[in-house]
């Protein structure tokens, strides 16, 4: 099976400087490029901030993914496309994992959450039974924590007002179409069937403390209202301090089978996780991305086609990329 | 961290003769220790003239599954505990997977099919994009694929009428208590709270196609309503033909965070899976037990502490067993 390298690089830099590696792969780059790319730099910013007010790298994630989940252009949180337009329903997933102790918290199938990565962070530290809900019962257990609902409404109508009309006149559209308009008054002109799934986002704090994170919706270009295997503990988010923090974009199938995230874990170089992503790329022609942190502090972003948008800081050092080609920017 | 190792063994078999290997965690033995031995014996002995049959071992799993789902004592598919006494809802969940190709199915959170497996199975087959449901979407699904289900009430209610009352009489239980009562009238005089997961099952044809599929419900003794991992891919199931085919049992976030099932695949022979296992023990006081067959067709049975009642049939080789002490049999 032939497969198109894009990209791919690792950066080593000094121990215990703290870091964040931020992936936001949310809407066709040609069309979007400037806007999502001064996103992830705003975000990874005020992430970074927080990362050397001494914050724990889970905080520091978990902030990150609310940043994420609050701006309209990335597919998670408030502004996720509809798991089938007919319903006109959010389908939100998100999940937290700390190194420390290798604590998570896993949530799917969410419809009113303010910031379904809170019901995950909630759900790790609060749980005392599974740390991987769903649907009612998950929203059931934010509750009791007293994460914010948006009103009990479904989201996507809620926050999204001035998409509503395009909505209503695709009402009849059958399962498998794309439930977020692509050219209504107000919305973004986006193509959405060009756009990549949700967000992840890496940190390592001061004391060498792992976390990575992941928030993502429906599929976009979906046949069914399937779930995101990117959000999944083992298939696209993984920590451990001993080894690091990794979260994986890419087929939902094809992470889940392959249990990338917990494979690509036990890289032990650059060229060893390269080999692994390569690996990944015979049983599949879509695309995988990966962004990790490794335990000696060492990020590494790598692609095996297709598009992520991504952002690193840790120090003085700012790196960013995306894979489109011929708008790459980074370093090598 | 001290465990206690109740059993550990391994039994070498001739390659490409068909086998398959069940696992009932769904009561306390020493209750139902005749019922539940007696039942896996009838299951396992239909599953295997399946095999003789030259049916594929996903099929084997499939009908397998589908046989334990159907009978009371265990704790999946129509006889599954609640998952919140108030609501009175079952929460199923289910997964196949195939080792030749790796294909896999997966559902959670669903309450209304007669055989969530089957749900699983159509997912597998026929899903165009997401391979892990969830809720309502899977419904939909599975309706759209023809799955029967339970005339759309709650299973619960449907099937156990006998339980009804004492149910109502619960019905202002705090979320946490167990769902199925205990001592109804026409319920089982079963101790909820010292049962076990649900069921999994792993089988190779003649082919020597390897296939691992798992059925189960909500977690009992839970404290809130979560979805178990020994139903998810790489947690609690996993095949692969050059490897073998695995299903775990055990508490759900170790499950989860261990990455069990892909862990324990990777295991050369018995003494790594041993290790493996033992290892697993460090992050939990919990019960893992294990059930796996690999690529030579030997079979491996493994617990550390707890319950795992089993059956094996490879040729006219019949081995059966649990990890009660005292009332174990089998051989070593």
Redesign the interface.
């Given at each position: 099976m032939a497969f198109q390298i894009i990209k791919h690089f690792c950066v080593p830099l000094a121990a215990k400087e703290p870091c964040i590696v931020v992936r936001g792969g949310a809407s066709h780059l040609s069309l979007n490029y400037d806007k999502v790319m001064s996103a992830l730099e705003l975000i990874a910013k005020e992430s970074y901030k927080l990362l050397k007010l001494k914050l724990p790298s889970t905080d520091a994630v978990e902030e990150t993914i609310k940043f994420l989940e609050e701006n309209p252009i990335f597919n998670c949180g408030c502004q996720s496309i509809l798991?089938?337009p007919r319903n006109g329903q959010v389908?939100n997933h998100a999940s937290i994992?700390e190194g420390k102790n290798?604590?998570?918290g896993?949530v799917?199938?969410i419809d009113s959450s303010k910031h379904p990565i809170s019901v995950a962070r909630a759900i790790m530290e609060r749980?005392?039974?599974?740390?991987?809900?769903?649907?009612t019962?998950a929203l059931?257990?934010a509750e009791?924590c007293r994460v914010p609902t948006v009103h009990g409404r479904r989201m996507f109508l809620d926050i999204s007002n001035a998409c509503k009309k395009t909505l209503d006149t695709k009402c009849d559209c059958p399962?498998?179409e794309l439930g977020k308009p692509s050219d209504a008054d107000g919305c973004e002109q986006v193509d959405w069937k060009k756009c990549h799934g949700g967000v992840g986002v890496v940190a390592m704090d001061e004391y060498g403390n792992m976390a990575a994170g992941a928030s993502c919706s429906a599929?976009v270009g979906?046949?069914?209202?399937?779930?995101?295997?990117e959000h999944?503990?083992?298939?696209g988010v993984?920590a451990k301090n001993t080894k690091g923090a990794v979260s994986v974009s890419g087929n939902?199938?094809q992470l889940?089978?392959?249990?990338a995230a917990?494979?690509l874990m036990k890289a032990k170089d650059q060229s060893a996780a390269w080999n692994i992503l390569q690996y990944f790329s015979h049983?599949s022609d879509d695309a995988f991305g990966a962004i990790y942190i490794n335990r000696e502090g060492r990020i590494g972003v790598y692609t095996l086609k297709g598009q992520m948008p991504w952002y690193v800081i840790k120090g003085s050092g700012i790196r960013c990329g995306d894979y489109l080609p011929g708008c790459y920017s980074g370093f090598t």
């Open positions: 798991n089938d389908e994992m290798m604590k998570f896993c799917s199938s749980s005392l039974g599974s740390c991987f809900l769903v649907g019962s059931r257990f009791k399962v498998g599929l979906k046949t069914e209202a399937g779930i995101s295997g999944l503990i083992g298939s993984y939902c199938s889940i089978s392959l249990c917990c494979r049983f």
